[in-house]
Protein backbone atom coordinates (compact mmCIF):
# COMPACT_ATOMS: atom_id res chain seq x y z
CA UNK A 1 0.00 0.00 0.00
CA UNK A 2 1.02 3.11 -1.02
CA UNK A 3 1.90 6.01 2.00
CA UNK A 4 1.70 9.65 1.38
CA UNK A 5 1.72 12.84 3.37
CA UNK A 6 -1.10 15.22 3.67
CA UNK A 7 0.97 17.60 2.61
CA UNK A 8 2.06 16.06 -0.71
CA UNK A 9 -1.83 15.04 -1.20
CA UNK A 10 -2.41 18.76 -1.45
CA UNK A 11 0.67 19.72 -3.56
CA UNK A 12 0.28 16.86 -5.96
CA UNK A 13 -3.21 15.79 -5.77
CA UNK A 14 -3.82 15.15 -9.70
CA UNK A 15 -0.24 12.81 -9.86
CA UNK A 16 -1.35 10.89 -6.51
CA UNK A 17 -5.12 10.53 -8.50
CA UNK A 18 -3.77 9.27 -11.55
CA UNK A 19 -1.32 6.77 -10.34
CA UNK A 20 -3.89 5.91 -7.32
CA UNK A 21 -6.41 5.17 -10.78
CA UNK A 22 -3.63 2.87 -12.84
CA UNK A 23 -2.35 0.93 -9.71
CA UNK A 24 -6.10 0.98 -8.11
CA UNK A 25 -3.94 0.30 -5.09
CA UNK A 26 -5.28 1.89 -1.96
CA UNK A 27 -3.31 5.54 -0.79
CA UNK A 28 -2.96 6.07 2.75
CA UNK A 29 -2.80 9.22 3.88
CA UNK A 30 -0.62 10.83 6.67
CA UNK A 31 -1.15 13.77 9.34
CA UNK A 32 1.77 14.56 11.48
CA UNK A 33 2.72 11.13 11.08
CA UNK A 34 -0.26 9.07 11.89
CA UNK A 35 -2.80 7.33 9.40
CA UNK A 36 -5.74 9.69 8.30
CA UNK A 37 -8.02 8.65 5.54
CA UNK A 38 -7.64 6.33 2.52
CA UNK A 39 -7.83 7.13 -0.93
CA UNK A 40 -9.54 4.24 -3.02
CA UNK A 41 -10.42 4.16 -6.62
CA UNK A 42 -14.40 5.06 -6.78
CA UNK A 43 -15.39 1.27 -8.40
CA UNK A 44 -13.28 -0.83 -5.52
CA UNK A 45 -15.03 1.50 -2.86
CA UNK A 46 -18.06 0.99 -4.14
CA UNK A 47 -17.37 -2.86 -4.78
CA UNK A 48 -16.76 -2.53 -1.19
CA UNK A 49 -19.65 -1.01 -0.63
CA UNK A 50 -21.89 -3.63 -2.17
CA UNK A 51 -20.32 -6.78 -0.88
CA UNK A 52 -20.26 -5.09 2.55
CA UNK A 53 -24.57 -4.63 1.98
CA UNK A 54 -24.43 -8.63 1.25
CA UNK A 55 -22.60 -9.68 4.39
CA UNK A 56 -25.16 -7.24 6.56
CA UNK A 57 -28.03 -9.68 4.93
CA UNK A 58 -26.05 -12.79 5.33
CA UNK A 59 -25.79 -11.88 8.84
CA UNK A 60 -29.44 -10.94 9.25
CA UNK A 61 -30.43 -13.81 7.73
CA UNK A 62 -28.59 -15.72 10.41
CA UNK A 63 -29.47 -13.80 13.36
CA UNK A 64 -33.39 -14.48 11.87
CA UNK A 65 -32.23 -18.06 11.58
CA UNK A 66 -31.29 -18.35 15.30
CA UNK A 67 -34.01 -16.39 16.48
CA UNK A 68 -36.40 -18.85 15.09
CA UNK A 69 -37.89 -15.88 12.84
CA UNK A 70 -38.70 -17.81 9.88
CA UNK A 71 -40.98 -19.60 7.33
CA UNK A 72 -41.75 -22.85 6.14
CA UNK A 73 -41.90 -23.35 2.30
CA UNK A 74 -45.05 -23.17 1.78
CA UNK A 75 -45.56 -20.42 4.24
CA UNK A 76 -42.81 -18.65 2.28
CA UNK A 77 -44.79 -19.36 -0.87
CA UNK A 78 -47.98 -18.07 0.48
CA UNK A 79 -46.01 -15.20 1.30
CA UNK A 80 -44.48 -14.24 -2.06
CA UNK A 81 -47.56 -15.08 -3.55
CA UNK A 82 -49.30 -12.11 -2.37
CA UNK A 83 -46.51 -9.75 -3.79
CA UNK A 84 -47.85 -7.74 -6.81
CA UNK A 85 -45.84 -8.69 -10.18
Known sequence: ????????????????????????????????GQPSAYLVDVQDYEFMQRRLELLEGLSRGERAVLEGRTYSQTEAREKMGKWPK
Open 1 to 32: MKVELVTNLKRQATKILADLHASKEPVLITEH
